[in-house]
């Protein structure tokens, strides 16, 4: 009796651990029979790009027309009609300066010009009689003498009347402080009310259309820049990417950096604010080569990895970069793939290696500029 309980109670308990074990192997088979859902926008086809080389620049935007407009003369100021970002045209009223003092000394310049002038007229009337008396013997050659002294004494003291006259209606022009060109104004330095000496700064203002990079670069590099090559550069605050051409190298390095200074003009000439710090490379080398967007690397310690769609499966592929683009940040695939593979574009996850996938009906190439901007259609893995 005890021998059948015995084998009864072992076989209810291999029973037991079969009907535990058996759907576990099932679920097992099922999740791996489960395939990776990919949607084109998963995919890159690898195809051959631009690879540029150059040294790299830093600097800030600068405007090329540019005025600081300073007191040429002394007085209060009245009025100031612009502020900071206000546009201008040539010639409009900017500041006003206190006209009292220069105004009566035009006044005063203006009446001895007047007075001189009388006075000349006279003395040319005088010397003229005196002449024509002379020539009928009339008058010794003395009178005549002193009538061509006084003329010439007074046609002295007319051009300086008329000098004196100048200087004070160009100070009475100077209270008045008008924009150059047409523009926008850049900094506003002065209030009414504030005295103004000869030389204080009271306005600057910029032309915004003509903006250019002044960036630096390495003492090292600079045998390889030239005027006339392409630059690309970022500005801090604006999303996109610029392109200028060098035309101008400073000859002389600065005294504590030892930085050469590089004058780059903007191909695209928009709103610009001048002062912000950019950044990019001047274009030396270009080459044809196969890129990839950085985001399709896989990097394990020293090697680095992409998964290949090979049919209807993901393999892990070893490949060997190389040079970095710095204008869109693409890395240059030296060996392990071949132009026209496609790759996933976001690598994200637990991936087997050799699972199988499932595509849609028809799945597009890539083009290089989603390549350059690797952000742009980028979708993640449907499935998992």
């Known amino acids: 009796m005890n021998h059948k309980l015995h084998f009864i109670s072992i076989a209810v308990l291999s029973l037991l651990l079969s009907g535990c074990g058996q759907p576990a192997d099932s679920t097992t ?3 791996q029979a489960v395939p990776l859902s ?8 690898l195809s051959t790009g631009e690879l540029s080389q150059g040294p790299m620049i830093s600097g800030s935007l600068q405007p090329v027309i540019k005025a600081e407009l300073n007191a040429e003369v002394s007085g209060i100021v009245t009025q100031v009609l612009k502020d900071n970002g206000d546009l201008v045209k040539a010639g409009e009223l900017l500041v006003q300066l206190d006209q009292t003092t220069y105004r009566d000394k035009l006044m005063s310049a203006q009446e001895a010009e007047r007075s001189a002038l009388l006075t000349s007229d ?22 005549l003498e002193a009538a061509e002294i006084k003329a010439n004494q007074v046609q002295s003291e007319l051009a300086s ?8 209606r160009q100070q009475m022009e100077r209270t008045a402080v008008r924009a150059p060109f047409s523009g926008v104004v850049a900094q506003r330095k002065t209030s009414a009310g504030d005295t103004a000496q000869v030389g204080k ?4 203002v910029i032309d915004p259309t003509s903006m250019r990079f002044e960036g630096f670069i390495a003492a090292d590099q600079v045998g390889q820049v030239k005027v006339g090559q392409q630059v690309s550069f970022k500005v801090n605050g604006y999303d996109q990417q610029f392109n200028g051409q060098i035309e101008r190298i ?16 903007i191909t695209e000439q928009e709103s610009l604010v001048a002062g912000l710090y950019a950044e990019g490379f001047i274009s030396v080398a270009m080459t044809q080569s196969l890129m990839v967007p950085p985001s399709a690397l896989v990097q394990e310690g020293d090697h680095h990895f992409v998964w290949q769609l090979n049919g209807d499966t993901l393999q892990k592929t070893a490949v060997t970069i190389g040079a970095r683009d710095p204008r869109w ?7 392990g793939v071949s132009a026209g593979t496609q790759i996933l574009r976001h690598p994200q996850g637990a991936i087997s290696n050799g699972v199988k996938v499932v595509l849609p009906s028809a799945v597009a190439g890539t083009p290089d500029k989603n390549a350059a901007e690797p952000g742009k259609g980028s979708a993640a893995l449907a499935g998992n």
């Open 122 to 143: 006279q003395a040319v009337k005088q010397l003229r009689r005196m002449q024509s008396l002379h020539r009928q013997n009339l008058v010794t050659a003395e009178v």
């Open 29 to 31: 088979e099922t999740e």
């Open 201 to 204: 700064a009271l306005m600057v």
């Open 38 to 45: 990919l949607l084109a926008a998963d995919l890159y086809q």
């Open 329 to 335: 940040g693409t890395v240059q695939l030296l060996s």
């Open 161 to 168: 009347a008329k000098a004196r006259l100048v200087e004070a």
């Open 250 to 265: 400073n000859p002389q390095a600065n005294e504590m950096t030892r930085q050469v200074q590089v004058f780059v003009s």
